[in-house]
């Protein structure tokens, strides 16, 4: 068995990664892109390996030669790289093809091991290595029938969106017998090439042959394995989270606050939205306005505003919608003078606005980091502020304090003229949202010195979106905020969201009812891992102590690691610090079930 890696391309999309180096001389975690796949191919014997160079050719063959000194590399150049596409570097490589049996790869890969392993330990000679298609991937895709056959290729052209549960994208990773080699592929390659020139890609002869004859290809369907395609810059950077040294790889999936979709298979318990909401029919609304949505521009902010206003039945002039949450706490936290009292561990996002100096803390010290409207009103009693932030339900605590107290808490801060932030983002999860809240126009017209924030993403499952609203009937903060704020701050997704929700009022209130559901089922099965300690919670996450086994840490590691679950470490969270605390999302029965069955795995794993 040889490999024939296929490394000529330029790779203008990377820019400033490859102006003096072609692709797979790029490094993902401090290793270069070629030494992952060499050392995977020597790792399985396999030690005839042949490169078709072209683009930075001297520096590639220049490495490698001081990297792998024993090793008999061949090197095939294309001259006419930048004119040409895979098709001719296959092509120049035909007589290697034609000598032993081949595994054919892309160089701007990175993959797990195992994969060559299964490509090898399959006993099929002829195997394309395929993954089921997820939204993230491009390129060519084939489809497959039930004995694993590959009955097309499908190339960017021929791509239909409505097929995509049918499809699998090519790895770009190959197994050829010499015989398929010899008798099918390379007169089928030199044909191809010779009526239709260099600038096509070796997979449009593989189609060729699955469309005029019963092929011997097949596909070798992916699992859990771990690889990435390396085209642009964002690729590199996915890639060098999901390849990152066990160190740093906690680090790095923070750094990318979201757009998780990115890495295949990864379940997201961290992030914390509605998981039984928006229903089907709402999505098949979006989904049936979608091009007007994407090629119309939004209204303005004052027409958002309105639609908001509709719907929470508050005064049009006492709320602002926003991109999400977050840029109306930005935008709040620049307004308010004097200092803020601030209840630890909290939403961080609130007092990272805020100089150190224009703090005053109090952190819960608690088991349960609970706290009522009595503990805030002692502790703040002497202290000097001009306004207090309350996020009720807590993050990451879940503590939440009755209406009544917060009412109670709200006509305390009144008469010592302390403005009231208050952040209900998680409150219709509490079990009585609509009860609980103090997003009522009399409430919020009769107190002047209160402003809530809610965020509209996590309510109701459409993070994507971004909403987020305010509302007071102080006339100054509403003057304000609108003035940092673009007239279109919303992009047509969100105020479209905001015209049809109305009519889905029902099943939101049913989608809150099965959540209660859930996370009643979640509680007692994560009660039962005993190296955790679950605080009870009025949101839709859990705090919990790791109180044996693994550090918060560890424990965090492990399950990205060994089953690519994403959990929130708040070891490093203020009023936190230096205790071993994970936050854990509470998602649908099918993946709750799959956090408990790694939990309980890694219980087992010490024994």
Known sequence: MQAIILAAGMGTRLKELTRNNTKCMIDISGKKLIDYTIDCLLKHNIRKIIIVTGYCDDNLENHLTIQYPTIPISFVNNPLYSQTNNIYSLFLAKEYLNEDDTILLESDLIFEEKIISRL????????????PYQYWMSGTMVELDKERRITSFILKSAFEQTNTSQYYKTVNIHKFSKKFSRNRYIPFLEAYTKAFGNSQYYEEVL?????????????????????????????YQVAQTLFSAEKNILNNYKEHYGGYWRFPDMIDFCYLVNPFFPTKQILEEIKQFSITLLTSYPSGSQVNNRLAANFFNISPDCIVLANGASELIKALMNILRGKTGI?????????????????VCYTVNSDNFSYGSKDIKEYFEDKDISS???????????????????????????????????????????GNGQEDTLLDNKIIQDNPHLAIIKSVSKSYGVPGIRLGILATSNKDIIDQVNKQLPIWNINSYGEFFMQIIDRYRN?????????????????????????????????????CEVTSQYSSKELTRKLLLEYNIFIKDCSDKKGIKNKEYVRVAIKDRFNNNKLLTALKMLRNENK
Do not use: H
């Open 207 to 235: 189609g060729i042959l699955t469309q005029i004859e019963k092929t011997e290809l097949k596909g070798l369907p992916l699992e859990n394995e771990k690889w990435y395609e390396i085209d642009d810059v964002q690729d």
């Open 388 to 430: 207090l932030l309350l996020i009720n339900p807590d993050n990451p605590s879940g503590n939440m304090i009755e209406k009544k107290q917060v009412l109670d808490l709200l006509l305390w801060a009144g008469e010592r003229n302390i403005f009231m932030l208050l952040d209900e983002s998680f409150i219709d999860f509490s």
């Open 507 to 543: 099943d939101y209130k049913q989608a809150c009812i099965r959540f209660m559901e859930e996370r009643e089922y979640i509680y007692s099965e994560l009660c039962k891992i005993t190296y955790l300690r679950v605080i009870p919670s009025k949101a839709n996450y859990f705090l």
């Open 343 to 359: 209840i630890y561990p909290t939403f961080e996002e609130y007092p990272n606005c805020l100089e150190e100096q224009a703090k």
């Open 120 to 131: 090898l330990s399959d006993p099929y000679p002829n195997l394309s290595v395929v993954a």
